[in-house]
């Protein structure tokens, strides 16, 4: 996927289908290229996309109601039919498996422990989260988290080290999947994130 069809990505059923489709295809050669970090098995493939009633399951084992843009993005795809793989540093030994997008059912705990260390460095509660003090936050894969504050952005959220990482789902998910860092600026990524990130420096 070209730069210029990744900066052009929206949050909607088209562009996410665009997306499911390329990633797919360029899985099927993609091989390895890093020692560090969770890598799509070659071969891999998106779930089919949750319902209506999956999703509403999914947002009261959330305890949140998520916005139309995640919704969207379960709709189309959860999670891959094949874990992810991590060699830790070293590509002779045997990989460890964790998901590389996390889908529902499957990797609820996953998600919840990733929500739960996220607070914990921040000295902050779920429950503030859910009583609105603090935007919510969700891992769509990896340290990768959407934050619902209205924007659609998300956030690379490791420790107290937070960045906006894209403005969109699609947009962090091509950047990744295709190794593509933009320097452009996007407007909503100067808007401070509440809490999260008072002061955003962009990428």
């Known amino acids: 996927m070209k730069p210029k069809v990744i900066n052009s990505l929206q949050d909607n059923c088209a562009d996410f289908t665009k997306l499911k ?40 084992a959330m305890g949140i109601t998520f916005p139309d843009v995640l919704r969207g993005f379960y709709k189309t795809m959860n999670g891959l039919d094949r874990p ?7 590509v002779k030994a045997e990989p460890g498996l964790k998901p590389a997008f996390y889908s529902y059912p499957d990797d609820l705990p996953s998600i919840n422990q990733q929500i739960d260390r996220i607070c914990e460095d921040n000295n902050i509660t779920r429950q503030d989260m859910l009583a609105g003090k603090v935007p919510f936050i969700i891992p769509v894969y990896g340290h990768r988290c959407l934050v619902f504050d209205g924007t659609g952005r998300m956030l690379s959220m490791v420790g107290r ?10 947009r962090a998910i091509a950047k990744d999947v295709f190794e593509y860092v933009s320097n452009e600026v996007i407007p909503a990524n100067l808007q401070p994130v509440p809490f999260w990130l008072e002061n955003p420096d962009g990428y």
Do not use: H, M, P
């Open 84 to 90: 992810g793989v991590d060699f830790k540093g070293d």
């Open 21 to 60: 489709e390329a990633t797919e295809r360029y899985w099927l050669k993609a091989g390895y290229t890093k020692c560090w970090g969770v890598q799509v098995q070659e071969g891999s493939k998106w779930k089919k996309g949750l319902t209506d009633a999956e999703l509403d399951a999914f947002e009261a």
């Open 161 to 170: 080290d937070i960045i906006i990482y894209a403005d969109n789902i699609a």
